[in-house]
C-alpha cells in the first residue's frame, strides 16, 4: 500500500461531480467539479465525466496525473443503487490501486457524521434518506429515481413546475409568476430558432427534458415561493416528503440528522418545528465521506473485537 | 385522383399502432395492429412500424400491397403537436399519392364526432382533450405528455401505482394489495435471472421503464380500485383530472362529449355526475377520423360559399 501517492474523494450526482484530492495524510491538494455523472446516463460516459474531472484536479493542484495504480479513490455515485448500472460501471473501472464505490447517499451519510450513527436526508437533482442506527441498523428512503420518486427533489419539483405552467397555458389554472418563470427558462434553454409560441415553447423543451432539465425548473419554485401560490404549494409539499422521510428514518427521534444537498437550505424553513429543532450541520460533505471510505481500505486489517 | 386504389386510415398511439384499409369507397377490406408508434420513439421507428402494420393489413385482405403512389393515407399519431418530431415524421414519409397527418387527438375528434362539433377527451398511454366549438373555435387542454402531463392517463396512473409500491417498499405507507400487484407486474416483466430483493426488483425496473411501461402499471390501479384505498385515490384523482379537463375543454356545458381511450370506461364512473349525463358514445373511433381526412382530401375542392 506504500505505492499510493494520492487519495480522491469523488462525489458524482445528477447535476455536478466533484473531485477532491488529497496527499495520503489528508491534506486537500484541490478541488475540480464537472458535469453529473449518476449512472443513468450509462457507465461509459460517467467514467468519461469522472475522469475528466480528475484530470483537472491535478491540473488545479499543479500535479502530472500519475499512473492509476497509484491512486487511492473513493466514490459515491447516484445510481449505483441500480443493481445493473453498478455492475457496468464497477466492470469499467481504470485500475486504481484502491477503488471503493458506494451511493452517493452512503457518502453523504458517512461525511455528515463522521461514520458515526446518524441520519441524513439528501436533497438535491434527487432524493435519499438513509440512517445508521446506534445498534448499527441501517435504514432506507426513496433513492427510487426520477420520474416516480425522488420525492421533494429538484426533479420532483420541476416536474410540478411543469405540470403548472402546462395548467396555466391551457387555461385550467391560474397563470401567475411561476408559470411565466418557468416558461422564461424553456425559452432560455431552447435554439433561439424557430420563433415559437408558448405551447410550442414548453412542448419543444419537454420533448428533450431529463431529470436535470426538471431540476433545474425547480429554481423558478424557491425563487417565486413569496409571490407565487403554486410555487409555494410545490415547497410546501416537498417539505412534507421530507418530513415523512425523517420520521420514518428514525422514528425513536434520537439520532442526529442532518439535511445536505443543494435544496436542504431552502427547504428546511417549511420542515415541521420539532423536525428543524433537531437538524444538526452536518461535519463534512459526501466527498468527505468517500474519503473516509478510502482512509478505512486502507487500514491495516483489525480484528474485530 | 383516379390512381387511388386504397384508403387507410392510421392510429398511431403509445402502445398501439392500428391500420384500417378500405376500397376507394370506403368499404372496409383488413384491419391490422401493431405496437406503439408514438413519435418518442423517433421517425424512423415510427415509420417502420406504421410500414410493417400497413403490410399486415394488405396481407389480413389477402392483397399484394401496391405502390405508395396508389395509396391514400390518414395517420393520427401522438406527439405530432412537438414540432421536431412533427418535423422529422413528415420529412421521413414515403411518397404516398395522399398523405394527411394530425395529432391522434385531432384523429380521434374527428372520428368521435364525424367531423361535427363537440368535444373529446382521449385518455389512453396519455390523456388529450380537444374541441371544435358550433363557432368553428378550437380548444386543448393537456396532451403535454410523460412525465409531467398526460394528467388522469395511464402513464400518469402508473407513475402513481409505483410511487406507492416504493412507500409501501421503504415504510412510509400501508402495504396493500395494489403494492403486491406492482411489484409482481415488475416481476413479470424482467429477466427471470438474475434473483432480486424487491427493492431491487423495483429499481431494474425503473431504471428501464418508459411511458408504456408506466402505462402497464395502470392496469393494477383500475384492478385494485375495489379493495386498496390507494389504488381508489389514484383513478379518483385521475377522474378529478378529466372532469377539470371538460370543464375547461366547454365552459358553456353545450357540446357533446365522447370519452375515448383505453381507460375510458374505467374513469367514467369516476366523473361527476354532471359530466356523467352529457358522455355520448363516439361515433366512431380515430382510424375513421384518419380516414374522415383523407376522404376530404380527395374531394374536388369547393368554393367556400
Chains 1, 2 share one sequence.
Not at 21 to 30: D, E, K, R, Y
Not at 158 to 165: D, E, I, K, M, T
Not at 262 to 267: D, E, P, S, V, Y
Amino acid at each position: 500500500m506504500d505505492a499510493i501517492a494520492y487519495l480522491l474523494g469523488i462525489d458524482g450526482g445528477g447535476t455536478k461531480t466533484l473531485v477532491r484530492l488529497t496527499s495520503p495524510q489528508g491534506q486537500v491538494l484541490a478541488q475540480a467539479s464537472g458535469p453529473g455523472s449518476a449512472l443513468r446516463i450509462g457507465a461509459a460516459q460517467a467514467w468519461r465525466v469522472i475522469g475528466q474531472t480528475i484530470d483537472a484536479a491535478f491540473a488545479g493542484a499543479g500535479l502530472q496525473r500519475p499512473a492509476d495504480e497509484t491512486l487511492a479513490v473513493g466514490i459515491g455515485i447516484a445510481g449505483e443503487n441500480v443493481a445493473q448500472w453498478s455492475a457496468d460501471f464497477r466492470a469499467q473501472a481504470p485500475a486504481f490501486g484502491v477503488l471503493e464505490i458506494v451511493n452517493d447517499g452512503v457518502a453523504t451519510l458517512l461525511g455528515a457524521h463522521g461514520g458515526a450513527p446518524g441520519a441524513i436526508i439528501a436533497v438535491g437533482t434527487g432524493t435519499i434518506g438513509l440512517s445508521l442506527d446506534l445498534d448499527g441498523s441501517r435504514r432506507v428512503v426513496d433513492g427510487w429515481g426520477f420520474p416516480s420518486g425522488d420525492d421533494g427533489s429538484g426533479g420532483w419539483m420541476g416536474l410540478r413546475a411543469l405540470h403548472h405552467a402546462q395548467l396555466a397555458l391551457d387555461g385550467r389554472s391560474h397563470r401567475g409568476p411561476l408559470a411565466d418563470a418557468v416558461l422564461e427558462l424553456c425559452r432560455s434553454e431552447l435554439p433561439a430558432e424557430p420563433a415559437r409560441d408558448e405551447r410550442a415553447t414548453l412542448l419543444d423543451w419537454l420533448a428533450q427534458a431529463d431529470q436535470a432539465a426538471f431540476a433545474r425548473a425547480a429554481r423558478p419554485v424557491v425563487a417565486h415561493a413569496h409571490d407565487d401560490v403554486a410555487a409555494r404549494n410545490i415547497l410546501q409539499a416537498a417539505a412534507a416528503e421530507i418530513s415523512r422521510m425523517i420520521d420514518t428514518l428514525d422514528p425513536a427521534q434520537c439520532l442526529p440528522l442532518a439535511l445536505c444537498g443543494g435544496l436542504a437550505a431552502a427547504l428546511q424553513p417549511y420542515l415541521e418545528r420539532r423536525q428543524q429543532a433537531r437538524i444538526v450541520p452536518p461535519q463534512a460533505d459526501a466527498v468527505d465521506g468517500a474519503l473516509l471510505l478510502v482512509r478505512r481500505a486502507l487500514q491495516p486489517k483489525e480484528t474485530p473485537a
